[in-house]
C-alpha cells in the first residue's frame, strides 16, 4: 500500500477554516492568549496554544502510547551519533516565538536538526520531522489545522498516524506545499529528510 497523491492548498485550507471555527473542542476561555500566558497556567492540564486560540489535550490511550514509545525507539537507534535528534510529548514547541509567540504544539515525536532552535523550555521555530498519532479527540485538529499550520512554517516532513486503520501518511514538504504518501502496517516508511533511513511499521503498531 504504497499510494501517492497530492492534496491541493486550497481544499486543506477549506477544511481548515472548518476545524477551526468548530466549537467541540474544550478550551479555556473565548479569548486569544500568547505564550507567556500559556505559562501561567497551573491547573495541571496539557494544552497547546494555536493562533492564540487553546485546546485541551485529554491523556492518551495505551494504544497510542505503545506507538509513541515505538517510533520515538526506532529514531532514537536511527539517529543516534547524529547531528538530528528525536524528542516525545510532553515537549513545547513555539512555532511563532520570534513573531506573535501564541502558537505552542506538543507533537507526539519530533525530530530537530539544528540545535541552535533548542532552549531550556523547548523548541524555537520548526522542527524538521514531525509525527501526530490520531485520537478520536485530535483527529480533526491533526488532519487539518495542524496539517495547514506546520506547512505553514515549513515543517519538511509530517506523518499521521491512524492506530485503528494501521496506515501512515507521510506528508513531505515540496515547493511549499505537501505531498503525501500512504503506507500500510506491512510497509517500510522512508523518511524523507535522512538520506536511506526507513521505518519498518510492522515494528510499529502493537500486536492485538
Given at each position: 500500500m504504497d499510494g501517492e497523491k497530492y492534496i491541493s492548498g486550497e481544499a486543506e485550507e477549506s477544511a481548515v477554516s472548518e476545524s477551526a471555527h468548530n466549537r467541540q473542542y474544550a478550551r479555556k476561555e473565548d479569548q486569544r492568549y500568547t505564550y507567556n500566558d500559556y505559562l501561567e497556567w497551573d491547573d495541571?492540564?496539557?494544552?497547546?496554544?494555536?493562533d492564540g486560540e487553546p485546546f485541551l489535550m485529554s491523556a492518551p490511550s495505551w494504544r497510542h502510547q505503545r506507538i509513541s514509545s515505538n517510533l520515538h525507539g526506532e529514531l532514537y537507534i536511527i539517529l543516534k551519533g547524529k547531528p538530528c535528534e528525536v524528542y516525545a510529548a510532553p515537549f513545547d514547541v513555539r512555532l511563532n516565538a520570534y513573531t506573535f509567540d501564541n502558537t505552542v504544539v506538543q507533537p507526539?515525536?519530533?525530530v530537530i536538526c539544528d540545535r541552535d532552535k533548542l532552549d531550556d523550555a523547548g523548541c524555537k521555530g520548526a522542527p524538521d520531522f514531525v509525527i501526530e498519532i490520531l485520537s478520536p479527540s485530535t483527529s480533526s485538529r491533526d488532519r487539518h489545522l495542524k496539517f495547514s499550520l506546520y506547512r505553514s512554517v515549513g515543517v519538511r516532513e509530517y506523518w499521521v498516524v491512524e492506530p485503528e486503520a494501521k496506515i501512515v501518511s507521510a506528508h513531505i514538504l515540496?515547493?511549499?506545499d505537501y505531498i503525501t504518501r500512504i503506507y500500510g502496517e506491512t510497509d517500510k516508511a522512508p523518511i524523507s529528510i535522512l538520506e536511506n533511513c526507513f521505518i519498518d511499521l510492522a515494528d510499529i503498531f502493537p500486536k492485538e
Open positions: 495541571d492540564q496539557r494544552w497547546e496554544l494555536i507526539d515525536i519530533l515540496n515547493n511549499e
